[in-house]
């Protein structure tokens, strides 16, 4: 993870794909042609919790054809390392006013639920006419609190991914190579 020696360059290289850019690319298209008819005609707020989901929401977007308006919500759930933590943090709220809007909140991933469940609440408590969750990927076994995303990519086995915007400890959001999923060891 990387374990003691292990250097981010001899990460990448030993890590073995999961997802790969084509296989992303035809599902994002997938996703945002269902979004696009789920709400035909009305207009969007796009929340992004950040940093992780940056890639993937940038991707989606430019696959919507709503008018849309985009916000950014912070959250640290895992304190710069890969072992989850009860309670997310909202470190940065959103500036949008959703109050009487459709929102549409974004992850990269939903793992245990805790951090789309707390954003979740918070974002009802805004008052938005209705609140939808996407993610690009569901470790649907994974779950410490009741929680489904309305959207949802890829579901996938209890891996700890990195790529796409999935970051281990700030690194590997991105490899040059493929910018596919890649899994690395879990943590020991
Ligand atoms: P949850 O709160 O356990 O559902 O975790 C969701 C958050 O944890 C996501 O926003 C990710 O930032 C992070 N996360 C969960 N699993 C992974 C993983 O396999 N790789 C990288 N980040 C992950
Ligand atoms: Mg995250």
Do not use: W
């Not at 469940?117 to 993610?135: E, F, G, I, Q, Y």
């Amino acid at each position: 993870m990387p374990t003691d020696n292990s250097t981010p360059s001899q990460l990448n290289d030993l890590a073995s794909i999961l997802l790969s850019e084509a296989q992303i690319n035809t599902r994002l298209k997938e996703l945002g042609a269902e979004i696009n008819s789920a709400y035909a005609g009305r207009e969007i707020a796009v929340i992004a919790i950040i940093n992780g989901a940056v890639i993937f929401v940038a991707d989606i977007i430019r696959q919507l054809n709503i008018p849309l308006r985009l916000d950014c919500i912070r959250v640290s759930s895992y304190h710069d390392s890969a072992s989850p933590q009860q309670a997310p943090e909202i470190i940065d709220r959103i500036r949008l006013n959703i109050e009487g809007f459709d929102v549409l909140l974004m992850d990269d991933i939903l793992d245990t639920g805790n951090t789309l469940a707390a954003v979740s609440k918070v974002l009802r408590s805004m008052n938005p006419a209705s609140l939808k969750t996407c993610v690009l990927l569901d470790k649907k076994t994974h779950r410490a609190v009741e929680f489904e995303a309305d959207y949802a990519g890829f579901p996938i086995d209890d891996h700890f991914v990195v790529g796409y915007g999935l970051d281990y400890d700030g690194y590997f959001r991105i490899f040059y190579h493929d910018p596919g999923f890649e899994i690395v060891p879990a943590p020991h």
